[in-house]
């Protein structure tokens, strides 16, 4: 038996992709075939699944795409981590063995002989058969010979590893040299796993855009050169952030436990803090929150009041740089709300836009309410209602806000990110140092450039992902 591999993703790859792992096997012919595929917590035998998979009609290939049951093992990190934090809930590392079953056959090309008056039949391998089973007996020439040695019969005993006999007559036996194999009358299968495997796979918490994906490789998110990226869609220039405005990104450094993330601004002030990035995927802060801790080039503080931009890049521990940068424009402009909107983009990281211009907050309320009996009074034998009692009852009173939020103008560039906060799953609100989960109530946007239209300002409506509620 032989299993060969014909196609399976890299080995870092995003979640929300088809991971399509495809193999081939020598026994795919056999009766009751099935491709095995095992995935394992990398490195244990914690078994996390078990698919047992027919072959494709057109070549017999077993087919696979893993990509579902991975993204349920992943969630995201938002920790707002200071300087940096492990991101264990963004990837998994995972082990696939591949195998596979089908109905066993044991064959025989020795002569019949006599065991008592039942017929004994000895395998050219061992068996797996015990007292009592029930098995199907098919012959070389159909029967012809012996026909009361075809069909189904029971085991009446186990005479060594490759003998058995079964329950036909001995005297009905004409020709003992015929061939033949036994199977198990349930069709019971042989499971042989591990024949191939596929180690150390990496999947990250990331859905690529068809076109990107098709193709895509993980080489340049494996931090190792100055045009690597981390994992995050935002684009690399041309983007604005206030003076208070997060972002954190998160970054595949292979497990190189020493690094440093490091900021510049247009001034030439150099600063940095050390990451630790022993977890395969950590997240940094690199919005203009983060604080560095040591400088080589000026002194703190990275953002002053006349900073232009900054900024940020991965090297390791002797300063050799290991990323592309991203820079961030600092947006000065006066603003009458403190509103910005944090959120998981694309490929995991979260990025965030301020939202500056007047915002709207409404409010509704929701009810419930029954009829009930007025139970009333007697006064000097004469019943009638009282003033204070209920005919409708109110038994559940909730209070859902909206806000209408406004951003600035924007470059095309932020616009093109802004669409991945009207899609994301997870979003924060935060208003000074408050920060609260939201939902994006906004469903439709339009695709805006610049050579159509000079200045971009975007209008979302959210509402509080937790209801206020009421006592009563």
């Not at 395998?123 to 089973?133: L, P, Q």
């Not at 139970?375 to 409708?392: D, L, P």
């Not at 939020?405 to 899609?423: D, P």
Request: charged residues 15%; aromatic residues 14%.
């Amino acid at each position: 038996m032989a299993i060969s591999l014909i196609a399976q993703p890299v080995y870092f790859s995003p979640a929300y992709n088809p991971l399509n792992f495809i193999y081939d096997s020598t026994n795919k012919n056999q009766d009751g075939f099935k491709y095995i595929f095992d995935i394992y917590e990398s490195g244990t035998s914690n078994l996390i699944q078990r698919y047992r998979v027919l072959p494709r009609y057109s070549d017999g290939y077993g087919e696979l795409d893993i990509s579902k049951r991975m993204q349920s093992l992943l969630s995201y990190d938002f920790s707002q981590p200071t300087e940096d934090a492990t991101a264990p809930n963004s990837f998994y590392k995972y082990d696939l063995k591949i195998g596979e079953e089908y109905v066993t056959y044991f064959s025989w090309t020795a002569n019949l002989v006599a065991d008592g008056s039942y017929t004994e039949i000895t395998f050219t391998a061992n068996h797996s058969f015990s007292v009592g089973d029930r098995v199907v007996i098919a012959q070389a020439d159909g029967g012809v010979a012996n026909p009361d040695l075809e069909g189904l019969f029971i085991v009446t005993a186990v005479n060594a590893l490759n003998k058995i006999t079964v329950n036909s007559l001995w005297s009905e036996v004409t020709d003992a040299t015929i061939n033949g194999e036994v199977r198990f009358s349930d069709n019971r299968t042989t499971i042989v796993t591990n024949l191939q495997t596929a180690n150390n796979q990496y999947v990250y918490n990331a859905a690529f855009e068809h076109l990107d994906w098709i193709g895509y490789s993980e080489a340049p998110y494996i931090l190792s050169g100055t045009s690597d990226k981390f994992l995050t869609s935002r684009p690399a220039n041309n983007f604005y952030i206030t003076p208070n405005q997060e972002f954190y990104f998160n970054l595949c450094t292979n497990s190189v436990t020493t690094g440093r993330i490091y900021f510049q601004n247009d001034a030439g002030t150099t600063g940095y803090y050390n990451a630790n990035a022993s977890g395969f995927v950590f997240q940094a802060n690199v919005g203009s929150t983060a604080v560095p801790s040591t400088f080589t080039v000026g002194a703190a503080p990275i953002i002053t009041a006349t900073t232009t931009y900054y900024d940020v890049w991965y090297t390791d521990n002797t300063n050799t740089q290991l990323s592309a940068k991203y820079r961030f424009y600092i947006d000065n402009r006066c603003a009458i709300e403190d509103y910005q909107i944090i959120f998981k983009d694309r490929l995991g990281s979260f990025g965030s836009f301020a939202f500056q211009l007047r915002a709207y907050e409404r409010g509704t309320v929701n009810r419930q309410t029954y009829n009930q009996k007025i139970q009333g009074a007697v006064t000097s034998n004469v019943w009638s209602y009282t003033s204070k009692e209920f005919g409708q009852k109110t038994y559940s009173v909730n209070a859902e806000k909206t806000l209408e939020l406004n951003t600035n103008w924007m470059t095309e560039e932020m616009a093109q990110y802004f669409e991945e906060l009207l899609t994301s799953d997870v979003t924060f609100l935060k208003t000074g140092s408050t920060v609260q989960p939201v939902i994006i109530l906004t469903s439709d946007f339009e695709v805006e450039r610049q050579r159509n239209k000079n200045l971009i300002k975007k209008t979302i409506t959210i509402k509080y992902a937790n209801q206020n509620q009421i006592n009563g």
